[in-house]
C-alpha cells in the first residue's frame, strides 16, 4: 500500500518565521504534488514536481518554494508566512505519466498566527 | 469562472435514500474525470473513475455528460458510512488536476 507521510498533523507559526513542510513517499513515485484546501475553495495546487530537482509552478505559487532534492521527498518552503497561508496542506504523489492516481498524505494544518 | 463547480451541499438524506449529484466543468477539453471521497479531517480517497458511457461500482454510479460538461454522481441505498465529503476532480492535461470545492453528504439513521 502507498504511503505518503507528512512531518506534521498540525503546526503553529507565527507571521515571517520560515517554514518547512515535509513530504515523503515510500512507492518511488516520480510524480509528487502540494495542494492547500481551504472551505469553498476545494484543492488549489501550489506546487508539483514529475522529477528530482524538477518543479513546476501550480494555480497557486506565491509565497510558496519547493524542494525535491531526492525522489521520495518533497519539500513546501513557506518563505515568510502570513496569516493568508493558514490553511490545510496536502501532499501527493503519483507513478509515471500523468497525475493520477493520487495518493495523498494526511495533511498538515498549519496556523499563522 | 471556477475550472470545477459544485453544488455543496448538504445533502442531508435518510439511510436507505438515493442521492446524486453533479460537478460542472469549464474546459471542454478536458478528458479525464474521478471522484473522490474525503472523510472529515482525513485527505481524499480516490472513489471511482468516470468514463466517457458512465460506470457503476456497487451501489455508486459515475456519468459524464460532455455535450453540457458535466458529470454526476449517484448513490444508491445510502449508509451512514457514506457520509463524506465527495470531490470531483477534472484533468484538463496531464499534470494539472482541477478540483471541485467538493459536495457534502450526511446519512442520517
Known amino acids: 500500500d502507498v504511503k505518503v507521510t507528512q512531518s506534521s498533523r498540525y503546526l503553529v507559526k507565527r507571521t515571517g518565521e520560515k517554514v518547512f513542510l515535509e513530504c515523503v513517499q515510500d512507492m518511488d513515485h516520480e510524480n509528487m504534488f502540494w495542494y492547500r484546501q481551504d472551505p469553498g475553495l476545494g484543492l488549489r495546487l501550489i506546487y508539483f514536481s514529475y522529477d528530482v530537482k524538477m518543479k513546476e509552478k501550480g494555480d497557486i505559487p506565491e509565497g510558496y518554494s519547493v524542494s525535491r532534492e531526492k525522489k521520495e521527498r518533497f519539500s513546501l518552503i513557506l518563505e515568510s508566512a502570513s496569516t493568508n497561508q493558514t490553511s490545510m496542506y496536502l501532499c501527493?504523489?503519483?507513478?509515471?505519466?500523468?497525475?493520477?492516481?493520487?495518493?495523498f498524505g494526511n495533511g498538515t494544518r498549519l496556523t499563522v498566527t | 469562472r471556477k475550472e470545477v463547480e459544485q453544488d455543496p451541499g448538504p445533502f442531508n438524506v435518510p439511510e436507505g435514500a438515493t442521492v446524486a449529484f453533479n460537478c460542472t466543468y469549464s474546459n471542454s477539453a478536458s478528458q479525464s474525470f474521478f471522484w473522490y471521497r474525503q472523510d472529515c479531517r482525513k485527505e481524499p480517497k480516490l472513489l471511482m473513475s468516470?468514463?466517457?458511457s458512465g460506470n457503476e461500482d456497487g451501489r455508486f454510479t459515475a456519468q459524464l455528460n460532455r455535450a453540457s460538461q458535466y458529470i454526476s454522481l449517484l448513490i444508491r441505498d445510502s449508509k451512514l458510512s457514506d457520509s463524506a465529503t465527495y470531490l470531483c476532480?477534472?484533468?484538463?492535461?496531464?499534470?494539472?488536476?482541477?478540483f471541485g470545492a467538493g459536495t457534502t453528504v450526511t446519512v442520517r439513521a
Open positions: 468516470v468514463y466517457s
Open positions: 501527493a504523489s503519483s507513478r509515471g505519466q500523468g497525475a493520477l492516481p493520487l495518493h
Open positions: 476532480v477534472v484533468i484538463p492535461n496531464d499534470y494539472k488536476l482541477s
